[in-house]
């Protein structure tokens, strides 16, 4: 009960915060069994629109597939998520085909997986490294035909970049987004929204 509490919550404040810059698609169903994505998200503005979003607003510049989990994700439950994006890359080849189409494979979305924390040996069990030159510390890239991350959001820097991410940690980590949230002017974009969404968070634990 509690996991299917946190992913509604995430699910609510990336919605509220992409939705003023593309099509967030929630939930999508992938070919061959009742498997869903948690959030599909189309762009529909330049790049730079997507600057108040941080290094979250960097990770859907392009089409994205974003799987937040509550609790550190374990090898199983990346490689579902790892299987559900295949699914959706072969179904968008599918279309091309049956369109008589090029099929490119810049169409297929970007994964990203978000969890609070990820151990030293499940990122070596996938090859995940950083990209230090181009992405700051706490996210790690699988090999490049796979267009898939994982965003360990515990090691994430505390800047304001990261906030929108670091609202989906788990204890200090999310507590300190919290308290730098409410800090902000009451006018900042997404601020009051994004509160709303955490303090509901909180009354649905409680009474859970």
Known sequence: MTRLIHDQFAKDLMEELLSCFGEVRDPRRVPSETREVDVWFVP?????????LGVLGCMVQTTAILEPFRNAAS???ICSCLLKALEVRFDLQRQADRNNAK???AAVPM?????????ERLLLGFGAKEQPETWPDGIYFLAE????AIVA??????????LWLRLLGRGRV????VRELDALPTTALFRNKALELVLSLRRDLQVK
């Open 174 to 177: 999310q507590e300190g987004a």
């Open 103 to 105: 099929f490119s494979p």
């Open 153 to 162: 959001i515990h090691q994430l820097p505390r800047t304001p970049e990261t």
């Open 145 to 148: 035909s796979l267009k898939t």
């Open 75 to 77: 090898a199983d439950e």
């Open 44 to 52: 529909q503005v330049a790049p730079n629109a997507l600057q108040p």
């Open 111 to 119: 994964l990203w997986v978000l969890t609070p924390t990820a151990s």
